[in-house]
């Protein structure tokens, strides 16, 4: 039976109306999907076995909910298709999508969207994402559950419209009952639903939600499935027991539950954080807390509207968060997620000699004149410190002779008045006139007032013409090795060409290797646990496989890295060096790329130090005469201090 319908050239809708099948678009286990010459009816999915009733009843209502929205982005069933007129169903007709269309994991996987969606940024991703939660938010508004939700069935295009194929799995109902959808990817299944038997059991949207969460992170993501991470204890991992136990590797309390999100992957709070506690809400919180589909678009269109491109690269864009460019960081620690795109045009026109000469003719600031200042005088009050000082300390050296003189004259004296009385006056008087020169002004007074007059002029002078003038020599000084930088950058690049030239069978084998996909040549002869392990310790190709990189992995033993050893010997067996095509052109574009880039920090940094120059010269212009007079006044002061201190000091009056 199934010959004969794959041997059909001519179908028939309940109408009558022909269609002719064209060429094959696409082959599976259970159907053949051949365009359509009909203008309506642009592709027929043709069953390689007649389908059951139920199947075809659920056509019928497929058919009967479809409309030009859900055509848009869907490949719904338009009306069902039949062998000959008046005879049995085999199939469906349905839009096509557009050409171009590529399967999700293309986009989201950096290795295919380097190759099939070279353009695409992180900015598109999230594009994507939201149409996809658009799309899932329509499906459950007519009543549908999407069920099979997985990156094989929604196909992406160029332009970030998106298409949902092998409608035929949905669920549907209609009065009576319930049409289930009776298949589903392991790694894309609500918590609930593992280990439940798929067709017993009736979806709810909540249920795709879940799944619809777990595709908009791998597009945000870069492909890494949330529950993907490293293990701190030897557990066997598989997603069934992750997700049931709501291990996120990327919660908040991942690391308490002994996970840990893998190496080189993006941070859940660079994703916003509205995002983030939507991905919680998701995968850690109950089915009553899944964020809606409806919920998603809101929060990935703002995501979508808040970003930044990166200054370096243009195909690095970011949330607008005040942060570096995470992909950025990413990259210089190995990972390589997105094409080589400079931010800026490659064609600057960089003149270095143009740049120096422009230095060259900045004028340096103009020199301030000596002046020489007349003699300061000091003031009266130094000068009568001095002979009050000296006049109280004469007293009282005076009064003490007289007070030893009159303990050795004592019984000459003591006829007239007694020698106790003239002894006592004396000394009082003495000590008060010592008391007075002890007590008054100290000298430290003015030695602290030169101190502070010095100090203050000091530090007017750093900020006058001649520092001006230093500062610029030493900002000139600069601009001319950064010059000399720019100049050298010609000569770096062939020293580093010659570097990787003599590593290019290297760079050759290590671009070939990296061809050979873990997840593409092991699926089926290693369990998915094992596989998400690798994934989970950032070995995803034949490029990242050793022996002693494997073996202490936790869950892969000795027999599993031999194995994954010997398949990399075998894929790099079949490498075959080219010397002509000598270096790996992506590594040559992104050595230019990089000295490009780094030529261009260099060179705005010459632009601004030059604007600097001239500021440095054209503030030292417009404060000269201001300055002048500031420091005129400055010295003059520092002048009248030391004179006072002679004067204090010596009775010096000028």
Request: net charge positive; with cysteine.
């Amino acid at each position: 039976m199934a010959c004969a319908l794959i041997i059909m050239k001519v179908v028939y809708t309940p109408g009558n109306v022909p269609i002719n099948l064209g060429d094959e678009l696409g082959r599976g286990g259970e159907a053949v999907v051949y365009a359509g010459t009909h203008p309506t009816f642009r592709a027929i999915k043709i069953y390689s076995a007649v389908p059951e009733a139920s199947l075809v009843q659920k056509l019928h209502i497929l058919v009967d909910l479809a409309s030009q929205r859900l055509s848009s982005f869907c490949a719904f069933p338009l009306s069902v298709v039949l062998d000959r007129p008046g005879g049995r169903v085999i199939g469906y007709a349905m839009p096509r999508g557009e050409v171009g269309l590529r399967p999700l994991h293309q986009l989201y996987g950096p290795r295919d969207r380097k190759e099939y969606f070279p353009d695409a940024t992180w900015k598109f991703l999230v594009h994507m994402a939201r149409n996809l939660a658009q799309a899932v938010a329509l499906l459950h508004e007519t009543g549908i559950v999407v069920g099979d939700l997985n990156p094989n069935n929604i196909l992406a295009g160029p332009r970030g419209d998106l298409f949902i194929v092998d409608v035929d799995s949905f669920q549907v109902a209609n009065a009576t009952k319930v049409y289930r959808c009776t298949v589903g990817m392991p790694d894309f299944l609500a918590p609930e639903l593992i280990g439940a038997r798929l067709d017993a059991v009736d979806r709810t949207p909540a249920h795709d939600n879940f799944v619809l969460a777990t595709l908009i992170f791998h597009l945000l993501n870069l492909g890494r499935h949330p529950f993907q991470g490293r293990w701190k204890s030897p557990e066997e991992f598989s997603y069934e027991f992750a997700i049931s136990d709501h291990r996120f590797a990327y919660s908040s309390s991942a690391a308490a539950r002994g996970i840990e999100p893998p190496p080189l992957t993006l941070d859940l709070t660079r994703m916003g954080g509205a995002c983030a506690k939507l991905f919680e809400r998701a995968f850690v919180g109950s089915i009553s807390t899944r964020p809606t589909a409806k919920e998603w678009v809101t929060v990935l269109e703002a995501l979508r509207d808040n970003m930044r491109v990166c200054a370096h690269i243009g195909t690095h864009t970011y949330l607008d968060d005040g942060l570096p460019c995470p992909w950025c960081q990413l990259e210089e620690k190995g990972a390589i997620l997105f094409n080589f795109v400079a931010a800026v045009s490659a064609s600057t026109g960089l003149d270095v000699e143009e740049l120096w000469r422009r230095i060259c003719l900045v004028d340096p600031p103009p020199q301030m004149q000596a002046i020489t200042l007349a003699a300061a005088s000091p003031d009266s009050a130094a000068i009568r410190f001095f002979a009050t000082r000296r006049s109280s300390l004469t007293l009282a050296v005076i009064m003490a002779a007289l007070c030893v003189n009159i303990a050795a004259w004592s019984s000459l004296f003591s006829t007239l008045i007694p020698s106790e009385v003239l002894a006592a006056a004396i000394l009082v008087t003495g000590f008060v006139s010592f008391l007075s020169w002890a007590t008054g002004p100290k000298l430290s007074v003015y030695e602290n007032r030169l101190k502070q007059s010095i100090d203050a002029r000091d530090q007017l002078l750093l900020h006058s013409e001649r520092n001006a003038a230093a500062r610029f020599e030493a900002k000139r000084l600069e601009l001319k090795v950064l010059c000399d930088v720019l100049r050298n950058f010609p000569a770096r690049r062939a020293a580093q060409v010659a570097k990787l030239t003599a590593r290019a069978r290297d760079l050759q084998l290590a671009d070939y290797l990296d061809r050979y996909s873990i997840m593409r040549a092991f699926t089926g002869r290693l369990g998915i646990g094992k596989l998400a392990i690798l994934l989970a310790n950032g070995i995803d190709s034949a490029k990242e496989v050793s022996y002693e990189r494997l073996v202490v992995i936790v869950g892969i033993g000795p027999a599993i890295a031999q194995q994954l050893v010997d398949w990399r010997t075998a894929c790099e067996s079949k490498f075959v060096f080219d010397l002509a095509s000598g270096v790996p052109r992506e590594q040559l574009a992104r050595l230019d790329g990089n000295l490009f880039l780094e030529s261009v920090r260099v060179e705005e940094q010459v632009r601004l130090g030059t604007i600097e120059l001239e500021k440095i010269t054209r503030d030292a212009v417009e404060t000269k005469a201001l300055t002048a007079e500031a420091i005129l006044s400055a010295r003059y002061r520092v002048e009248k201090a030391r004179a006072n201190l002679r004067a204090a000091k010596r009775g010096d009056k000028g």
